[in-house]
């Protein structure tokens, strides 16, 4: 029985003399949806590669599914176990959708039928069915985030990291993505998701991790949050930025 | 309300516009020089002035070439440097134009066009950055040089060479600009755009060949021409030499000498001959008379024959030259890219032909630049032509809903077949098959890599020429060397892709860093699926040189097993050269596009090592070469056939047990690579 999904110690990473995440504590339990969140720029993205093993860290431990991810051997364990809709996704330009789906099934050694049967179901169900003769190459922004949501769950992981799956995907598409995450969820597997989309993470997400700057500044669960107002007020609150605080450009009034 | 602002004229607006974007490259590339290390600093610091220098160094070889030049030939000759250089010029260029062919809008429209630029305004930026290129300028630098040098020399006539120069300058980078919008509307689909990979290298073939198949068809015309005339000669002479003469010996004897030299006319052009015969004619008789007066004896009579000849010869090669000189003449004024020398030589003698070659390069490039410019438009404004509107049409009833229903009757079909990408291939593991099957589609779909891939092929069909006048000794192991130093040469060329072959898949590279396999799985899978591309064009590299040579069936099928034996080692090098040392490459296009010189340095160093492996290969060969001609009695043991078989199992051998250490070394730097081949370029 594996304790944890996800436990980093210490974990930093710094970009010449910028520090990107700095002595990052995160700890997610099997089961839970996580939800981290934070504004642009703060580290999310970062965390998420060398939780994945993209990145290396400059200090600091990570641990997935009880592998090490800073052992080559360990991490292709976690590997095997995890699906991942990287920043900048990872498509090759001058595959079909499907041919995409095959190899990765293919890596993870699953049987062609069962390759073909569930990359049908996922095509069809994300409404890709008609593109499958398009090349990635020619795929619009969203059918890029939607085919890499798909090579994620094919294997069927037990831990998944998103960052930012709903950004640039279509209101149908997103109600059924969010259905299928929460059903997941709901069988016992874990999902790390990044989202500037609050409602989305305040109705998916059962805890929650705020990033500023690079340093983790709340860690908590939702029913927790809850107690203290809404997910919106708590995220304002903790990255010090205040709702009566209008806006204002001067000269943009002018006319 | 701010003041509505001045209206600008075309030009100054043009003008700022142009200055802001200059201003935005420059900006561009002293931030990538920032952000590489202190090395590529130093080495990009290093080029750029290297390449300011060469520049100043061209201008001045360009006008001491031109002060001199003019001194050393004659005048009528001087305009053949022009064709040279014209003619290297655009060799030159057509192989930039075709590496960099997907990448035809230097500041794309899409990123300026929302901004408050005018479309005339937007296609003059583009336009005239696209005249920023190393070899255009370095023409420019050398060209402006000679034309310095030559005034000096010539007289201040040749200050009006510029003229034309530049009148060619504009054509050329018109009808380019054109052809590279012209491929970029093409290759918007992508099934026309394989048809245009493909046809590049081809056309680049052919118009290289071009030139020595004009010279082999006059040639043939000369022979043919002359052997008909000494045909007619040998009849007259005959009839001459049936009329009764004093001295029937020595009409023999001047009868021979007259035949030979029509045999050695024979594949000589026909100008020279007249002036040949007669003066031929002249000396024989001479000759003749002397012996007839016995002023001249046997011994003499041959020395005077051999000079005879030497100026004979002498007169020959001056007549092909003013043969051959006549014919550039010809083309300079009926081909266009040689009009530019045609001016030239105008403009020296003092004839009008100037006026309407310039004219009519002038024509070309405003009528190419217009017909760009409206078409340019067009696309913008989404009104396509016919033809492309059909491409459009053709795609849109795939992607039209009411087709789904065929389609998913092709989907339910295509359950049944086994795609490509889902074959398991023979003695490897079903991860490698998945990573073999899915470069071999990918990689023959990127046009940009398939060209690499055919560029190698090229190699044999350019050297034609050359090969035509190589006249081998006949020994079998020479020949199959040359087999196996050309397919060398090919794999060479192939080093730039495989040494870099992770940059092709670029965010697709993050799929193998994030995908569970033993990494020296990877790496076997890549290299297998190159593995028929190399092998075929070793094979047809073999079988070329083969018949063109004539080659002994067992050194034949030697080289073929030896070309084939370099590959393994071929393989670990590009691994080690596309896991150490790669560098980012903007997608469609196989040239580097940042200025961080280190790994390209690095990697042209590592492919250095290709010439020990081709030598190593190359033992067996030498081998058997050295025991057939110390011991006479192996010839007839194929020496080098049989040490071939065990040196390519060797070769194997040593693959499989460096492989996993090169699965180690990609697993350590897997990261880095990542960052590097993702990193993003402009
Ligand atoms: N490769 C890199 N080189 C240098 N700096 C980097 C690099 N990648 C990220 N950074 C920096 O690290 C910080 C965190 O970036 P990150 O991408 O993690 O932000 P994010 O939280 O994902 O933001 P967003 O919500 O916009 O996606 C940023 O300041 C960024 O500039
Ligand atoms: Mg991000």
Redo the contacts between chains.
């Keep these: 029985m594996i304790p944890t999904a996800i436990e980093t110690h210490q974990l930093t990473r710094v970009f010449g003399n910028q520090t990107a995440v700095d002595s990052v504590d995160l700890k997610v339990a099997c089961g839970t949806f996580y939800g981290f969140l934070g504004q642009n720029g703060a580290g999310k993205s970062t965390t998420i590669k060398m939780l994945t093993g993209l990145l290396s860290p400059t200090a600091g431990t990570v641990s997935v599914l009880g592998c090490n991810m800073l052992d080559h051997t360990q991490s292709l364990e976690a590997k095997k176990q995890i699906g991942v809709i990287p920043e900048n996704l990872a498509l090759f330009d001058n595959l079909t959708a499907i041919e995409y789906l095959i190899f990765i099934g293919r890596i993870h050694g699953l049987e062609r039928e069962t390759i073909r049967d569930r990359s049908d179901e996922m095509l069809h169900l994300l409404s890709l069915e008609r593109e499958t003769k398009k090349l990635v190459l020619e795929y619009s922004h969203g059918m890029r985030k939607k085919l890499s949501l798909a090579a994620a769950l094919l294997p069927n992981p037990k831990l998944l990291f998103l960052d930012e799956p709903f950004e640039g995907v279509d209101a149908v598409a997103s109600v059924t993505i969010r259905d299928l995450l929460s059903s997941f969820v709901a069988k016992g597997s874990t999902v790390f998701l990044t989202s500037h989309v609050l409602e989305i993470v305040e109705r998916l997400c059962t805890h929650v991790g705020i990033i500023q700057s690079g340093k983790l500044i709340h860690q908590s669960s939702m029913d927790e949050l809850h107690q203290s107002g809404t997910l919106e007020q708590c995220f304002l609150q903790a990255t010090g930025a205040y709702k009566n605080q209008v806006a204002k450009l001067e000269w943009l009034e002018q006319k | 309300?701010s003041p509505p602002q001045p209206p600008k004229t075309f030009l100054s607006g043009t003008f700022t516009h142009f200055q802001t974007f200059v201003w935005l490259r420059w900006r561009i590339r002293i931030n990538q020089l920032r952000s590489s290390s202190g090395i590529g600093k130093a080495l990009s610091a290093i080029l750029l002035v290297s390449f300011a220098m060469s520049c100043v160094v061209l201008l001045v070889a360009g006008s001491v070439m031109g002060i001199v030049l003019p001194r050393l030939v004659p005048r009528e000759y001087y305009f053949l440097f022009w064709d040279a250089l014209i003619s290297l010029f655009c060799f030159i260029w057509m192989i930039f134009v075709a590496t960099d062919v997907q990448r035809t809008d230097a500041i794309t429209f899409d990123r300026i066009l929302h901004l408050p630029v005018a479309f005339s305004q937007a296609f003059a930026i583009n336009y005239l950055s696209s005249l920023i290129n190393l070899p255009l300028i370095s023409l420019c630098a050398y060209s402006f040089g000679f034309i310095l040098g030559s005034s000096f020399s010539i007289g201040p006539i040749a200050l009006l060479f510029t003229v034309p120069f530049v009148v060619f300058l504009i054509a050329i980078t018109a009808l380019t600009y054109q052809l590279q919008g012209w491929l970029a509307a093409l290759m918007a689909n992508?099934k026309r755009r394989q048809l245009v990979m493909i046809a590049i290298p081809l056309c680049i073939i052919f118009a290289s060949q071009l030139p020595s198949f004009f010279a082999l068809r006059f040639a043939n015309e000369d022979a043919k021409r002359n052997r008909r005339e000494h045909e007619n000669r040998v009849a007259e002479t005959t009839r001459a030499s049936e009329q009764p003469t004093a001295n029937p010996p020595v009409v023999a004897t001047t009868e021979k000498s007259a035949s030979e030299k029509a045999d050695e006319l024979s594949v000589k052009p026909d100008i020279a001959k007249d002036a040949i015969d007669h003066d031929a004619k002249e000396r024989v008789d001479i000759v003749d008379a002397d012996l007839r007066s016995g002023e001249v004896d046997s011994e003499q009579l041959t020395a005077i024959q051999q000079a005879e000849k030497k100026v004979v010869r002498e007169r020959e090669r001056a007549a092909v030259t003013a043969l051959w000189v006549g014919r550039l003449h010809q083309a300079n004024l009926l081909f266009p890219p040689l009009w530019i020398a045609g001016c030239v030589e105008s403009i020296l003698a003092g004839t009008f032909h100037v006026l309407w070659l310039t004219g009519a390069m002038a024509l070309i490039a405003f009528i190419s630049l217009r017909r760009n410019y409206r078409q340019t438009l067009r696309y913008y404004k989404g009104e396509t032509d016919s033809r492309a509107a059909s491409i459009y049409r053709l795609n849109s009833t795939?992607?039209d809903?009411r087709a789904?229903g065929a389609?998913?009757a092709t989907?339910k079909s295509g359950?049944q077949r086994l795609?490509l990408?889902?074959r398991k291939f023979p003695m490897v593991s079903?991860?490698t098959?998945?990573?073999i099957?899915?470069t071999l589609?990918?990689?023959t779909?990127?046009p940009e890599v398939k060209l690499y891939l055919l560029l190698p092929l090229l190699v044999p069909f350019i050297l034609f020429g050359i090969l035509q006048s190589w006249k081998l000794p006949e020994i079998d192991e020479l020949k199959a060397a040359i087999v196996i130093g050309f397919s060398a040469c090919c794999l060479f060329i192939t080093s730039g892709l495989l040494g870099n072959v992770f940059a092709y898949?670029?965010?697709?590279?993050?799929?193998f860093?994030?995908?569970?396999?033993?990494r020296d799985r990877i790496l076997l899978g890549r290299n297998l699926a190159t593995f028929p591309f190399l092998f075929l064009q070793t094979l047809l590299m073999a079988l070329a040189i083969g018949l063109f040579f004539g080659i002994s069936f067992d050194k034949f099928l030697c080289a073929v097993i030896l070309s084939a034996s370099i590959l393994p080692p071929f393989s670990l090098l590009t691994n080690v050269m596309a896991i150490l040392t790669p560098f980012p490459l903007a997608?469609g296009s196989i040239q580097p596009k940042q200025f961080n010189l280190v790994p390209i340095f690095c990697s042209f160093a590592l492919s250095m090592l290709m010439p020990v492996m081709t030598g190593i290969v190359l033992l067996p060969l030498g081998l058997e070469w050295i025991l057939d001609r110390f011991f006479k009695n192996t010839a007839f043991v194929p020496i080098a056939l049989l040490l071939s078989v065990p040196w390519l199992i060797g070769f194997l051998f040593l693959y499989r047990w460096l492989l996993p250490w090169e699965g180690?070394l990609l697993?350590?730097r897997e990261?880095e690579l990542?960052?590097i081949v993702?990193s993003k370029i402009e």
């Design positions: 309300m992508p795939a992607a809903p789904s389609i998913e989907a359950r795609l990408v889902e079903e991860e098959s998945a990573i099957a899915m589609k990918s990689m779909r990127a898949d670029r965010a697709g590279f993050r799929a860093v994030l995908s569970p396999i033993r997608a180690k697993a350590s990261k990542l960052r993702t």
